[in-house]
Structure formats: C-alpha cells, structure tokens
C-alpha cells in the first residue's frame, strides 16, 4: 500500500520566516496531495491540495510544489503568524478506484513572536 | 452549523463493550469516509462509502468493526467487544462526487468522537 513519510516532525521558525515541510510518497499511481492543518482538539482543516497534473499551486502564503519523478512534495509558508502554529499533515491519494488519503505522521510547526 | 457533524464527541466505555457512533456528512455529499486518529499520528483510514454502498474497507477495519449508511445519508460505525487498543479519535470526512470512479474529491473532516476504553 502507499507509504507517506513526512519531515520534520516538528519545526520552530520565529515570525515572520518561511516554513518548509517535506513528505515522500512511494505509490506512482497516486495523483491527488492535500494538506491538512489540525489545531489542538480541532478536526483536520484542509489548506491546499495540488493534482498531480501540475508542478505547484500558490495561495497567498502558502504554496506546495511536486516533483512526481522523485515522489515528493513540499508545503511552504511565508511570513508565518503565530496563529499558524498547529499540527500540518500531508496525504497522498490514487483516486479511480482507492480514495483513502494515506496521511504522513505530521508535522508540529510552532512560530514564536 | 453545515459542516460535518459527530456523535457523541465524547465516549468512554469498559473494555468488552460495544460502542456506535454517528456521522452526519455535509448536505447531498454523496461520499463518506471513516478514519481513526491515535495520538501523534495521522489519520489512518478505515473504510469509504459511495452512497449507500460500501466500496473500500482497510485491513485495519477487524472483524469487530462494522460501518452502514443504510440511506446514503448519515452513517454509523460500531466497534464490538471493545479492547484498550481501540481507544482513538474516530474522525468522519465527506466529499462530493457526481460520477462512480473519477478523481478524488476533497474530503471535509468532522470533529471527531473521542473513544476512550478503560
């Protein structure tokens, strides 16, 4: 089955710098990767998705980017706000017939003032 | 509230209990998916309905787990014989999808029901 690794695990930037977190997927046929943020006690909220027919979507202060020929992708954010400070997962999908999202283990970014 | 709702969001039981619990998706999203969520992990998917049918079941899903969406409308999980490893966070995600097959949609998440067994 499809195997999603994510890096790091947790992360502590001050306000203001970028934020990168890294995942790694080992299914080829996967074609569909959301980001998920889950705040303490909150239910998963997605951020931003990206289809594997594109190279990298943008929205606002937050951009994902994906290589398919090395199986990753990347979530940034820029100008990071303390109220950016939760748990990120990232998820891969194969769509067609399997629309589990198979999540990495997350990512506890923490932005101090 | 139009998001996806749970029930109950709390739930604490003695081991060798059965447990249900309830998802009612967003309005006429035709797709339902359960997952459980333990401590510092990610979500681990369970199983997925397409309407009323039940299309993808993980091997994480034992024999003690059944789900039904009898109506294509809100679903229900029950977790027989419960054991101490049960004890998550059941979270219950909707997308919508006109078509059998297709991409995958966007899944909206609920708050999730808290199943603690003691």
């Known amino acids: 089955g499809e195997n999603v690794e994510q890096h790091p695990s947790t992360l502590s930037v001050q306000e203001g710098d970028s934020a990168v977190i890294k995942c790694t997927y080992s299914?080829?046929?996967?074609?569909?990767f959301p980001w998920y943020k889950q705040e303490l006690g909150k239910r998963p909220q997605l951020i931003i998705d990206?289809?594997?027919?594109?190279g990298e979507k943008k929205d606002q202060r937050i951009a994902v980017t994906l290589n398919k020929t090395a199986k990753h992708f990347s979530l940034h954010i820029t100008e990071t706000q303390p109220e950016d400070s939760a748990v990120y997962f990232c998820?891969?999908?194969?769509?067609?017939?399997?629309?589990?999202?198979?999540f990495g283990k997350g990512t506890s970014l923490l932005v101090t003032p | 509230d139009t998001g996806v709702s749970q029930d109950p969001r709390h739930k604490i039981t003695k081991r060798g209990q059965n447990v249900t619990f309830r998802c009612d998706p967003i309005?006429?999203?035709?797709?339902l998916y359960w997952y459980r969520q333990t401590l510092g992990q990610g979500p681990e998917f369970l199983t997925y309905?397409?309407?009323?049918?039940?299309?993808?079941k993980s091997r994480l899903l034992s024999d003690r787990f059944s789900a039904e969406r009898p109506k294509g409308s809100f679903s229900t999980l029950e977790i027989q014989r419960t054991e101490q490893g049960d004890s998550a966070m059941y979270l219950c995600?909707?997308?919508?999808?006109?078509?059998?097959?297709?991409?995958?949609?966007?899944?909206?998440f609920g708050p999730g029901t808290r199943l603690t067994v003691l």
């Open positions: 995600a909707s997308s919508f999808n006109p078509k059998t097959g297709g991409r995958t949609d966007t899944q909206y």
């Open positions: 299914d080829s046929a996967s074609n569909y």
């Open positions: 990206i289809r594997s027919n594109v």
């Open positions: 998820a891969a999908s194969r769509g067609n017939s399997g629309y589990a999202l198979n």
């Open positions: 309005s006429e999203h035709n797709r």
């Open positions: 309905f397409q309407n009323e049918a039940q299309l993808e």
